[in-house]
């Protein structure tokens, strides 16, 4: 009797060391979601037709090995060069995803994109975009984050008309096509647009630990040298975090 209650008691510490572990070893879905990745022939910018700053951010991810979500503007693909196209390419086979980030980016007036605009010129823009994303890259899109993250019911409406598109990132109103909301939680990788603080980032993110996944909205063409070391900083805390770094469609796929 007295072996059995030992047994017991030693039954009921292994299950609870195990859960423990499992508990601590728990990682973190997190999505780097980097916007207006666009083409320009402007001579400011890289030989990939990109900012300077978008290649270092890239290839500083590629050596830490961490997958990230690219926003792609469309406009402009149509006169992109294949050593651009080369670069992205590559950026998609190294596991990166590409999502759809509007058309033109235009604001006119208070009214972005896919905000106030009708049905036919909104569905005109993203089938557009969708197209020269698309063949533009080789890449199937299925997650969508738009300009200003606005968006009105009428937007809901055009996405209906893709039922690929399945990952909605910040969107307001619920995915069609039985697709996933991400949800913003507050996201504060920057504190303001293109300004990063990784002290400001810690308070956030200890605040944010028991969320299901973190979305974290980045714009690489804003950064300098201060921001990027910013975001280097930040990404390391992530890592002592337990984060797991995971495409927006990735998150879907596994969620489904
Ligand atoms: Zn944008």
Redesign the pocket.
Same mark, same amino acid.
């Given at each position: 009797m007295q072996l059995r209650k030992f047994s017991l008691k030693l039954l009921f510490a292994i299950s609870l060391f195990y859960i423990l572990m499992v508990e601590a070893t728990a990682q973190l879905p997190v999505i780097i979601k980097l %916007? %207006?990745l666009k083409y320009s022939d402007d001579a400011k910018m890289s030989k990939y037709g990109v900012s300077h700053s978008w290649v270092s951010i890239m290839l500083y991810l590629k050596q830490k090995d961490i997958k990230a979500s690219l !926003?792609v503007?469309a406009m402009g693909l149509e006169n992109s060069t294949p050593r651009h196209r080369k670069w992205v390419k590559e950026l998609i086979r190294d596991g990166h995803e590409i999502w759809h =980030? !509007?058309y033109s =980016?235009a604001k006119n007036g208070k009214a972005g994109e896919y905000h106030g605009h009708s049905f036919f010129d909104q569905k005109e823009s993203f089938g557009k975009a969708l197209t020269l994303i698309e063949s533009t890259y080789d890449t199937i899109v299925v997650s969508v984050?738009t300009?200003?993250n606005q968006n009105d019911n009428t937007f809901l409406k055009v996405l209906e008309s893709y039922p690929q598109i399945k990952v909605c990132i910040f969107i307001k109103g619920q995915c069609p096509n039985r697709g996933m909301n991400l949800k913003r939680f507050g996201s504060k990788l920057e504190y303001k647009v293109g300004e990063i603080d990784a002290a400001l980032f810690s308070k956030y993110l200890e605040k944010n630990l028991h969320r299901p996944y973190l979305v974290l909205q980045g =714009?690489p063409s804003h950064w300098n040298n201060k921001d990027k070391n910013e975001f280097k900083k930040i990404l390391d805390m992530l890592i002592k975090n337990n984060a797991r770094f995971i495409t927006a469609e990735e998150y879907y796929l596994r969620r489904k």
């Open positions: %916007d %207006d !926003g503007v =980030h !509007g =980016h984050g300009p200003f =714009h």
